[in-house]
Protein backbone atom coordinates (compact mmCIF):
# COMPACT_ATOMS: atom_id res chain seq x y z
CA UNK A 1 0.00 0.00 0.00
CA UNK A 2 1.19 3.56 -1.36
CA UNK A 3 0.63 6.35 1.68
CA UNK A 4 -0.79 9.87 -0.25
CA UNK A 5 -0.80 12.85 1.18
CA UNK A 6 -2.75 15.63 -0.78
CA UNK A 7 -1.84 19.42 0.77
CA UNK A 8 -3.85 22.07 -0.42
CA UNK A 9 -5.33 25.20 0.95
CA UNK A 10 -7.77 27.07 -1.45
CA UNK A 11 -11.19 26.35 -3.28
CA UNK A 12 -9.65 26.10 -6.84
CA UNK A 13 -7.10 23.25 -5.49
CA UNK A 14 -10.17 21.76 -3.59
CA UNK A 15 -12.20 21.41 -6.53
CA UNK A 16 -9.31 20.30 -8.53
CA UNK A 17 -8.32 17.40 -6.37
CA UNK A 18 -11.55 16.52 -5.31
CA UNK A 19 -12.03 13.64 -8.25
CA UNK A 20 -8.40 12.63 -7.72
CA UNK A 21 -8.83 11.94 -4.08
CA UNK A 22 -12.39 10.16 -4.12
CA UNK A 23 -11.02 8.10 -7.27
CA UNK A 24 -7.76 7.16 -5.22
CA UNK A 25 -10.14 6.05 -2.59
CA UNK A 26 -11.55 3.13 -4.84
CA UNK A 27 -8.57 1.29 -4.24
CA UNK A 28 -8.37 1.15 -0.29
CA UNK A 29 -5.88 -2.22 -0.73
CA UNK A 30 -3.77 0.07 -2.59
CA UNK A 31 -3.56 3.79 -1.44
CA UNK A 32 -3.90 5.23 1.90
CA UNK A 33 -5.60 8.57 1.59
CA UNK A 34 -4.76 11.60 3.51
CA UNK A 35 -5.53 15.21 3.22
CA UNK A 36 -3.89 18.18 4.53
CA UNK A 37 -5.02 22.07 4.30
CA UNK A 38 -3.06 24.93 5.04
CA UNK A 39 -5.76 26.89 5.39
CA UNK A 40 -4.77 29.66 3.20
CA UNK A 41 -8.89 30.03 2.18
CA UNK A 42 -10.93 29.51 4.77
CA UNK A 43 -14.88 29.78 4.57
CA UNK A 44 -14.68 29.49 0.80
CA UNK A 45 -12.42 26.01 1.60
CA UNK A 46 -14.77 24.92 4.14
CA UNK A 47 -18.15 24.92 1.11
CA UNK A 48 -15.98 23.27 -1.27
CA UNK A 49 -14.85 20.45 1.60
CA UNK A 50 -18.28 19.77 2.58
CA UNK A 51 -19.69 19.49 -1.07
CA UNK A 52 -17.60 17.12 -2.38
CA UNK A 53 -17.71 15.26 1.00
CA UNK A 54 -13.87 15.47 2.19
CA UNK A 55 -12.56 15.45 5.43
CA UNK A 56 -9.24 16.79 6.08
CA UNK A 57 -6.39 14.63 8.40
CA UNK A 58 -4.23 17.94 9.07
CA UNK A 59 -5.07 21.24 9.39
CA UNK A 60 -2.45 24.23 9.61
CA UNK A 61 -5.21 26.78 10.01
CA UNK A 62 -2.21 29.69 8.81
CA UNK A 63 -4.73 32.01 7.73
CA UNK A 64 -4.62 35.19 9.72
CA UNK A 65 -5.22 39.24 9.31
CA UNK A 66 -2.92 41.20 6.91
CA UNK A 67 -1.17 38.35 6.28
CA UNK A 68 1.73 39.03 3.57
CA UNK A 69 3.00 36.56 1.09
CA UNK A 70 6.15 36.31 3.29
CA UNK A 71 4.02 34.93 6.52
CA UNK A 72 1.73 32.77 3.74
CA UNK A 73 4.70 30.80 2.89
CA UNK A 74 6.81 30.92 5.60
CA UNK A 75 3.90 29.60 8.02
CA UNK A 76 3.10 26.92 5.20
CA UNK A 77 6.27 25.51 5.55
CA UNK A 78 6.99 25.22 8.98
CA UNK A 79 3.23 23.53 9.40
CA UNK A 80 3.77 21.41 6.61
CA UNK A 81 7.12 20.37 8.02
CA UNK A 82 5.07 19.44 11.15
CA UNK A 83 3.00 17.22 9.20
CA UNK A 84 5.26 15.20 7.31
CA UNK A 85 6.91 14.43 10.84
CA UNK A 86 3.89 13.29 11.65
CA UNK A 87 2.74 11.53 8.64
CA UNK A 88 5.53 10.02 6.29
CA UNK A 89 3.44 9.41 2.41
CA UNK A 90 5.33 7.62 -0.31
CA UNK A 91 3.76 10.73 -2.68
CA UNK A 92 3.15 14.25 -2.14
CA UNK A 93 -0.17 15.64 -4.46
CA UNK A 94 -0.11 19.22 -4.66
CA UNK A 95 -2.59 21.03 -7.52
CA UNK A 96 -1.75 24.04 -9.68
CA UNK A 97 0.08 27.37 -8.75
CA UNK A 98 -0.81 28.46 -5.05
CA UNK A 99 1.68 29.41 -2.09
CA UNK A 100 0.63 26.07 -1.09
CA UNK A 101 1.40 24.41 -3.98
CA UNK A 102 4.76 25.54 -4.17
CA UNK A 103 5.48 25.02 -0.22
CA UNK A 104 3.97 21.87 -0.20
CA UNK A 105 6.14 20.53 -2.97
CA UNK A 106 9.18 22.15 -1.25
CA UNK A 107 8.89 20.57 2.23
CA UNK A 108 8.35 16.95 0.37
CA UNK A 109 11.65 17.41 -1.57
CA UNK A 110 13.20 18.56 1.61
CA UNK A 111 11.97 15.25 2.98
CA UNK A 112 12.60 13.47 -0.09
CA UNK A 113 9.41 12.28 -0.46
CA UNK A 114 8.60 12.16 -3.95
CA UNK A 115 5.97 14.62 -5.34
CA UNK A 116 3.07 14.61 -8.15
CA UNK A 117 2.23 18.34 -9.73
CA UNK A 118 -1.57 18.10 -11.03
CA UNK A 119 -2.19 20.81 -13.62
CA UNK A 120 1.54 21.14 -14.64
CA UNK A 121 3.04 22.98 -17.69
CA UNK A 122 0.79 26.18 -17.07
CA UNK A 123 2.49 29.00 -18.56
CA UNK A 124 2.24 32.82 -19.39
CA UNK A 125 5.94 33.43 -19.49
CA UNK A 126 5.53 36.61 -17.80
CA UNK A 127 6.54 36.38 -14.12
CA UNK A 128 4.52 39.20 -12.66
CA UNK A 129 1.36 37.85 -14.63
CA UNK A 130 -0.17 36.30 -12.77
CA UNK A 131 1.12 36.93 -9.35
CA UNK A 132 2.72 34.89 -7.67
CA UNK A 133 1.53 31.85 -9.74
CA UNK A 134 3.67 32.12 -12.41
CA UNK A 135 6.66 31.37 -10.53
CA UNK A 136 5.10 29.20 -8.16
CA UNK A 137 4.45 26.79 -11.08
CA UNK A 138 8.12 27.07 -12.81
CA UNK A 139 9.01 26.10 -8.96
CA UNK A 140 6.86 23.22 -8.60
CA UNK A 141 7.63 21.66 -12.27
CA UNK A 142 11.50 21.93 -10.70
CA UNK A 143 10.74 19.88 -8.15
CA UNK A 144 8.20 17.33 -9.13
CA UNK A 145 8.16 13.75 -10.14
CA UNK A 146 5.22 13.53 -11.74
CA UNK A 147 3.78 16.05 -14.15
CA UNK A 148 -0.14 15.54 -15.01
CA UNK A 149 -0.53 17.78 -17.80
CA UNK A 150 -3.74 19.48 -18.82
CA UNK A 151 -3.03 19.55 -22.92
CA UNK A 152 -0.28 18.92 -24.86
CA UNK A 153 0.93 22.60 -25.06
CA UNK A 154 1.60 22.07 -21.31
CA UNK A 155 3.69 19.12 -22.39
CA UNK A 156 5.88 21.40 -24.63
CA UNK A 157 6.31 24.16 -22.29
CA UNK A 158 7.78 21.47 -19.87
CA UNK A 159 9.96 19.93 -22.32
CA UNK A 160 11.16 23.40 -23.25
CA UNK A 161 12.59 23.63 -19.67
CA UNK A 162 14.19 20.43 -19.93
CA UNK A 163 11.95 18.10 -18.18
CA UNK A 164 11.41 15.30 -19.59
CA UNK A 165 10.37 12.64 -17.73
CA UNK A 166 7.14 11.50 -16.19
CA UNK A 167 5.07 13.74 -17.87
CA UNK A 168 1.70 12.94 -18.68
CA UNK A 169 -1.13 14.80 -20.64
CA UNK A 170 -4.39 13.60 -18.58
CA UNK A 171 -6.59 17.07 -19.47
CA UNK A 172 -8.01 19.18 -16.31
CA UNK A 173 -9.73 17.43 -13.17
CA UNK A 174 -11.86 20.67 -13.00
CA UNK A 175 -13.63 19.08 -15.53
CA UNK A 176 -14.27 15.96 -13.73
CA UNK A 177 -15.66 18.28 -10.92
CA UNK A 178 -17.72 20.32 -13.22
CA UNK A 179 -19.47 17.51 -14.58
CA UNK A 180 -20.42 16.27 -11.50
CA UNK A 181 -21.56 19.19 -9.90
CA UNK A 182 -23.65 20.09 -12.71
CA UNK A 183 -25.51 16.69 -12.65
CA UNK A 184 -25.82 17.22 -9.03
CA UNK A 185 -27.56 20.73 -9.57
CA UNK A 186 -29.85 19.44 -12.09
CA UNK A 187 -30.78 16.58 -9.73
CA UNK A 188 -31.05 18.85 -6.51
CA UNK A 189 -34.57 21.42 -6.71
CA UNK A 190 -33.52 24.42 -4.79
CA UNK A 191 -30.86 26.48 -6.89
CA UNK A 192 -32.86 28.21 -9.09
CA UNK A 193 -34.81 28.99 -6.48
CA UNK A 194 -31.56 31.24 -5.20
CA UNK A 195 -31.31 33.12 -8.31
CA UNK A 196 -35.34 34.74 -8.30
CA UNK A 197 -33.72 38.14 -9.12
CA UNK A 198 -32.95 37.38 -12.06
CA UNK A 199 -35.49 37.47 -14.69
CA UNK A 200 -35.73 34.05 -16.76
CA UNK A 201 -35.73 34.80 -20.41
CA UNK A 202 -33.39 38.25 -20.35
CA UNK A 203 -29.69 36.87 -20.85
CA UNK A 204 -27.24 36.55 -18.34
CA UNK A 205 -23.84 37.82 -18.20
CA UNK A 206 -21.49 35.96 -15.19
CA UNK A 207 -18.40 38.25 -14.27
CA UNK A 208 -15.81 37.14 -11.97
CA UNK A 209 -13.24 39.51 -11.42
CA UNK A 210 -10.27 40.00 -8.85
CA UNK A 211 -6.42 39.59 -9.77
CA UNK A 212 -4.11 41.56 -7.89
CA UNK A 213 -2.32 42.73 -11.01
CA UNK A 214 -5.16 43.96 -12.32
CA UNK A 215 -5.65 46.42 -8.81
CA UNK A 216 -5.78 50.18 -9.30
CA UNK A 217 -6.66 51.41 -13.11
CA UNK A 218 -6.93 48.38 -14.90
CA UNK A 219 -9.75 47.43 -12.66
CA UNK A 220 -11.42 50.58 -12.55
CA UNK A 221 -11.28 50.01 -16.70
CA UNK A 222 -13.20 46.80 -16.02
CA UNK A 223 -15.97 48.24 -14.37
CA UNK A 224 -16.22 51.17 -16.32
CA UNK A 225 -16.87 49.05 -19.24
CA UNK A 226 -19.74 46.94 -17.32
CA UNK A 227 -20.90 50.01 -16.48
CA UNK A 228 -21.24 51.16 -19.86
CA UNK A 229 -22.75 47.77 -21.22
CA UNK A 230 -25.07 47.78 -18.52
CA UNK A 231 -26.52 51.05 -20.07
CA UNK A 232 -26.28 50.07 -23.86
CA UNK A 233 -28.02 46.85 -23.33
CA UNK A 234 -30.61 47.19 -21.08
CA UNK A 235 -32.48 44.00 -21.69
CA UNK A 236 -28.97 42.07 -20.10
CA UNK A 237 -28.71 40.81 -16.79
CA UNK A 238 -24.77 41.35 -15.43
CA UNK A 239 -24.50 39.17 -12.19
CA UNK A 240 -21.01 39.45 -10.37
CA UNK A 241 -19.98 37.48 -7.46
CA UNK A 242 -17.63 40.21 -6.30
CA UNK A 243 -14.55 39.01 -4.54
CA UNK A 244 -13.68 40.01 -0.39
CA UNK A 245 -10.67 41.85 -0.87
CA UNK A 246 -11.29 45.09 -0.30
CA UNK A 247 -9.40 46.44 -2.94
CA UNK A 248 -12.14 44.90 -5.19
CA UNK A 249 -15.32 45.48 -2.97
CA UNK A 250 -14.29 49.53 -2.82
CA UNK A 251 -13.90 50.28 -6.66
CA UNK A 252 -17.25 47.82 -7.70
CA UNK A 253 -19.50 49.20 -5.42
CA UNK A 254 -18.10 52.96 -6.33
CA UNK A 255 -18.85 51.94 -10.17
CA UNK A 256 -21.74 49.54 -10.09
CA UNK A 257 -23.75 49.73 -6.72
CA UNK A 258 -26.62 51.98 -8.77
CA UNK A 259 -27.21 49.90 -11.93
CA UNK A 260 -30.55 48.45 -11.89
CA UNK A 261 -29.50 45.91 -14.21
CA UNK A 262 -26.34 44.93 -12.70
CA UNK A 263 -26.60 42.24 -9.77
CA UNK A 264 -23.62 42.51 -6.97
CA UNK A 265 -23.63 39.48 -4.96
CA UNK A 266 -22.00 38.08 -2.38
CA UNK A 267 -19.15 35.24 -3.31
CA UNK A 268 -21.22 32.02 -4.05
CA UNK A 269 -20.56 28.46 -3.59
CA UNK A 270 -18.96 26.16 -6.15
CA UNK A 271 -22.52 24.62 -6.76
CA UNK A 272 -24.47 27.85 -7.02
CA UNK A 273 -21.79 29.05 -9.46
CA UNK A 274 -21.86 25.94 -11.01
CA UNK A 275 -25.80 26.10 -11.57
CA UNK A 276 -25.15 29.99 -12.69
CA UNK A 277 -22.60 29.41 -15.43
CA UNK A 278 -24.79 26.73 -16.70
CA UNK A 279 -27.48 29.26 -16.94
CA UNK A 280 -25.12 32.18 -17.98
CA UNK A 281 -25.17 33.28 -21.88
CA UNK A 282 -21.59 34.58 -21.59
CA UNK A 283 -19.11 34.61 -19.19
CA UNK A 284 -15.97 37.38 -18.34
CA UNK A 285 -14.07 36.31 -16.29
CA UNK A 286 -9.55 36.85 -14.63
CA UNK A 287 -10.20 33.39 -13.24
CA UNK A 288 -8.06 30.52 -14.75
CA UNK A 289 -10.51 28.07 -13.43
CA UNK A 290 -13.27 29.47 -14.90
CA UNK A 291 -11.56 29.73 -18.36
CA UNK A 292 -11.68 25.83 -18.53
CA UNK A 293 -14.77 25.32 -17.16
CA UNK A 294 -17.48 27.66 -19.23
CA UNK A 295 -16.34 25.85 -22.24
CA UNK A 296 -17.63 22.66 -20.97
CA UNK A 297 -21.00 24.50 -20.85
CA UNK A 298 -20.87 25.62 -24.73
CA UNK A 299 -20.54 29.40 -22.81
CA UNK A 300 -18.14 31.57 -24.66
CA UNK A 301 -15.24 33.39 -22.27
CA UNK A 302 -14.01 36.57 -22.52
CA UNK A 303 -10.44 37.16 -20.54
CA UNK A 304 -10.22 40.18 -18.43
CA UNK A 305 -6.51 39.82 -18.09
CA UNK A 306 -3.56 40.91 -20.54
CA UNK A 307 -1.98 37.70 -20.16
CA UNK A 308 -3.10 33.44 -19.64
CA UNK A 309 -1.85 30.75 -19.33
CA UNK A 310 -4.34 28.88 -20.73
CA UNK A 311 -3.52 30.08 -24.14
CA UNK A 312 -5.31 26.22 -25.33
CA UNK A 313 -8.84 27.84 -25.10
CA UNK A 314 -7.81 31.49 -27.14
CA UNK A 315 -6.34 28.88 -29.44
CA UNK A 316 -9.22 26.38 -29.74
CA UNK A 317 -11.48 29.65 -30.07
CA UNK A 318 -13.85 28.95 -26.72
CA UNK A 319 -12.10 32.16 -25.46
CA UNK A 320 -10.98 35.70 -26.47
CA UNK A 321 -8.63 37.71 -24.44
CA UNK A 322 -9.54 41.12 -24.36
CA UNK A 323 -7.44 42.39 -21.20
CA UNK A 324 -8.42 45.12 -19.13
CA UNK A 325 -9.33 47.59 -21.90
CA UNK A 326 -12.57 48.98 -21.44
CA UNK A 327 -12.62 49.50 -25.07
CA UNK A 328 -11.93 45.67 -25.82
CA UNK A 329 -14.17 44.72 -23.40
CA UNK A 330 -16.95 46.65 -24.74
CA UNK A 331 -16.37 45.55 -28.37
CA UNK A 332 -16.30 42.23 -27.99
CA UNK A 333 -19.55 42.01 -25.83
CA UNK A 334 -21.31 44.16 -28.65
CA UNK A 335 -20.05 41.56 -31.00
CA UNK A 336 -21.22 38.54 -29.23
CA UNK A 337 -24.17 39.80 -28.36
CA UNK A 338 -25.13 41.48 -31.55
CA UNK A 339 -24.03 38.39 -34.32
CA UNK A 340 -25.61 34.97 -33.88
CA UNK A 341 -23.01 33.12 -35.96
CA UNK A 342 -19.85 34.56 -34.16
CA UNK A 343 -21.53 33.49 -30.34
CA UNK A 344 -22.79 30.03 -32.17
CA UNK A 345 -18.97 29.70 -33.41
CA UNK A 346 -17.69 30.18 -29.91
CA UNK A 347 -20.19 28.29 -27.74
CA UNK A 348 -19.62 25.35 -30.08
CA UNK A 349 -16.32 25.25 -30.36
CA UNK A 350 -14.25 22.09 -28.69
CA UNK A 351 -12.62 22.42 -24.91
CA UNK A 352 -9.10 21.56 -25.02
CA UNK A 353 -9.38 20.14 -21.05
CA UNK A 354 -10.77 17.17 -21.32
CA UNK A 355 -14.07 15.16 -21.17
CA UNK A 356 -14.08 14.75 -17.35
CA UNK A 357 -11.89 11.55 -17.23
CA UNK A 358 -9.03 13.10 -15.94
CA UNK A 359 -8.73 11.78 -12.41
CA UNK A 360 -9.51 8.15 -13.47
CA UNK A 361 -6.11 8.28 -15.72
CA UNK A 362 -4.40 10.23 -13.11
CA UNK A 363 -4.65 7.23 -10.65
CA UNK A 364 -4.39 4.81 -13.44
CA UNK A 365 -0.44 6.14 -14.02
CA UNK A 366 0.31 6.30 -10.44
CA UNK A 367 -1.03 2.40 -9.67
CA UNK A 368 1.44 2.08 -12.38
CA UNK A 369 4.48 3.78 -11.74
CA UNK A 370 4.88 4.26 -8.09
Request: net charge negative.
Amino acid sequence: MKKLLFIFGTRPEAIKMAPIIHEAKKFPDLFEVKICLTGQHKEMLQQVMEFFKLQEDFDISLMKPNQTLFDITADALKGVENVLEQYTPDLVLVQGDTTTAFVGALAAYYKKIKIAHIEAGLRSFDKYAPFPEEINRKMVSSLADFHFAPTIKAVQNLQAENIKENIFVTGNTVIDALLWTKEKTLEENGYAQDFNYLHPDKKIILVTGHRRESFGKPFEEICEALYELSHSFPAIQIVYPVHLNPNVQEVVKQYLSNCKNIFLVNPMDYPHLVWLMNHSYLVLTDSGGIQEEAPSLGKPVLVMREVTERTEGIEAGTAILVGTSKEKIIAEVTRILNTSAYYEKMSQAVNPYGIGDSAEKIIRILQENL
